[in-house]
């Protein structure tokens, strides 16, 4: 582990072991809390987020001027897109199909979800879309995530997606393909608004359920510890799946729909994902060649397993939450030197307001999603509380950064990556700089 700029401070020998023993992503980074008082001194030269122009002094001195301290609160900040094509949906219509997959290796059965450029015809239902629940087949799953989505703050939690089930894919070509991991204890679809915006502008982007490490693991009282092994577990589906779809011949699995056979691009692969999906892509990184660009989302690649960033030699998107609570400022530090540390071409945006799970469709879902939705302590100044950044926008702005990277990245869009260097839109996003 590296702390930038104090990366050669002395760190006792057991603080990693004792911070891979835990099981909840926020307690793993809560126990880095020991290490503050090493880092304390290098927050406000590396942290953009002690800048004037990261919002949060104004926010703070809103809060004084109006004397209700923690009390009053400005209204949360609101994102409109502005008129760039990566701040709106591409022109497809978007498709969505579900399958399981079987890894007769490791004897351990993944669900998958697939968005992808769908059909003209789809557009009516795409429109329309499908109730967030209705993701999962009928069955247990599908009956405990109708309650809670029932139950759910709808400012936060995203309650219909913008995808038609089933729907006959656009054309014949190949997709070039995006494979996310989702969070600790989370879902495949745990970010299908940005899956969505992938997919209308050509993508097609897979996700597997990390079976033992979801929701309804959880729920049921099974859920795996969050360390270095179930992190090994979740290389490996990524990879399986991967695997799987690529393979086009006729032993390809056959769960996968035939329509989709054969569509995925081999040559233009990325990998993205949010929290412990974050570390997973940092490790698939690190590990196999096939992955071309990777894109992490409020948590750093290299304090869990054995990820080396030198192992790293593609460009990587880093994302981070300014109020990140849950993995605290220590967290979103080792994000920065990330950042600092990767010799490949990378990219850092931070977002005011924005908390663990302000970009996911499944911020205030449950209690350990609540993060990012509503009201909190800020974390860049604990005398004072905040207002969260509203969910709709922040999910837009994650899903406006993660098109150009990958269209930058993978389909060599020029205009792309310079959107991806740049703040969009000011006063929300923070350039991080080297």
Not at 168 to 195: E, T
Not at 263 to 281: C, I, L, N, P
Request: hydrophobic content about 45%; some cysteine.
């Amino acid at each position: 582990m590296h702390i930038a700029p104090c990366d050669k401070l002395p760190i006792a020998s057991g603080t990693l072991g004792s911070m891979r023993s835990t099981v909840t992503f926020r307690a793993l980074i809560a126990s880095l809390a020991s290490l503050a008082s090493l880092v304390v001194s290098c927050s406000s030269s590396s942290n953009p987020a002690a800048s004037a122009d990261s919002g949060i002094a104004s926010d703070v001195a809103s809060d004084v001027a109006n004397d209700g301290g923690a009390d009053t609160l400005d209204p949360p900040k609101t994102v409109t897109p502005g008129s760039s094509i990566y701040e709106h949906a591409g022109p497809a219509p978007v498709g969505h199909t579900t399958f399981s997959l079987t890894d007769a290796a490791r004897s351990r059965t993944l669900r998958v979800e697939v968005w992808y450029p769908a059909d003209e015809s789809a557009r009516a239902a795409a429109t329309t879309g499908t109730a967030l629940e209705d993701l999962e087949p009928a069955g247990a799953n599908h009956d405990a995530l109708k309650k809670l989505v029932d139950a759910a703050p709808a400012t936060c939690t995203r309650k219909r997606v913008g995808s038609a089930a089933d729907a006959k894919p656009a054309g014949s070509a190949p997709f070039p393909v995006v494979v996310f991991s989702h969070c600790h204890d989370c879902m495949r679809f745990s970010a299908a608004a940005i899956a969505e915006r992938l997919a209308s502008h050509g993508f097609a982007v897979i996700a597997a359920d990390h079976t033992g490490n979801t929701l309804y693991d959880r729920l049921a009282g099974k859920e795996l510890p969050l360390d270095a092994t179930t992190l090994g577990l979740r290389v490996a589906d990524v990879r399986f799946v991967l695997d799987s779809v690529l393979d086009g011949s006729s032993t390809a699995p056959t769960a996968i729909p035939a329509t989709l056979k054969g569509r995925f691009d081999a040559a233009k692969v990325g990998m993205m994902g949010h929290s412990f999906g974050s570390v997973t892509t940092g490790a698939v990184l690190a590990k196999d060649a096939r992955f071309k660009a990777g894109f992490a989302i409020a948590a750093p690649f290299d304090f869990l397993g054995d990820t080396k960033l030198t192992d790293i030699k593609v460009p990587t998107f880093f994302l981070v939450a300014q109020e990140d609570n849950s993995i605290s400022e220590i967290g979103n530090n080792l994000i920065r030197n990330d950042f600092k540390t990767i010799s490949a071409p990378d990219f850092l945006v931070e977002i005011v307001d924005a908390g663990h799970w302000s970009f996911s469709d499944i911020c205030g879902l449950d209690t350990a999603f609540m993060p990012g939705c509503g009201r909190a302590q800020r974390q860049t100044d604990s005398a004072y509380d905040l207002n969260y950044l509203d969910n709709e926008g922040a999910r837009g702005v994650a899903s406006s950064y993660a098109a150009a990277f990958f269209l930058g990245e993978l389909m060599g869009d020029a205009a792309g990556l310079t959107f991806a260097k740049t703040a969009h839109p000011e006063g929300i996003a923070v350039l991080g700089k080297k």
